[in-house]
């Protein structure tokens, strides 16, 4: 998808960012709204598909897209990871900031809900 998203854009439209290569760039972008993405769409079905589970039992029914939530966030992670490996080689070395991601996400795992 990456792929096909860059060759569109950056060969084609010849798109071009100033500070960053744009394939990192675009796969930003594209790992990111694909975590979101299925998030959201599998949290509003995660409800009406395990209907009778919330119905038949004293089962918080909050956690049921909270669990598929955290379930996409452990495959975006690796994915994260690697992305930052990548940045790491294209941009020869990472700012300081991303430092604060750790902290942002952990943030985020232990928010009350």
């Known amino acids: ?3 096909v998203l860059y060759l569109i854009f950056s060969v084609l439209f010849n798109f071009r ?3 960053i290569p744009y394939f990192l760039y675009l796969a930003t972008a ?3 709204w694909s975590f979101f993405q299925s998030s959201i ?3 509003t079905t995660s409800l009406t598909d395990n209907a009778n589970f919330v119905k038949e039992s004293n089962f918080p029914a909050y956690l049921l897209p909270v669990s ?3 379930a996409n966030a452990l495959n975006f992670i690796p994915s994260l ?8 080689f294209f941009l020869k ?3 300081v ?5 750790i902290f942002i996400f952990l943030m985020h795992i232990t928010a009350p809900m």
Not at 97 to 101: D, V
């Open 68 to 70: 598929v939530v955290l």
């Open 97 to 101: 900031f991303i430092i604060y991601l």
């Open 41 to 43: 769409i599998r949290s």
């Open 17 to 19: 960012t100033q500070e």
């Open 81 to 88: 990871i690697i992305l930052i490996i990548i940045a790491g």
């Open 1 to 3: 998808m990456v792929g």
């Open 30 to 32: 594209v790992l990111s």
């Open 93 to 95: 070395g990472l700012p």
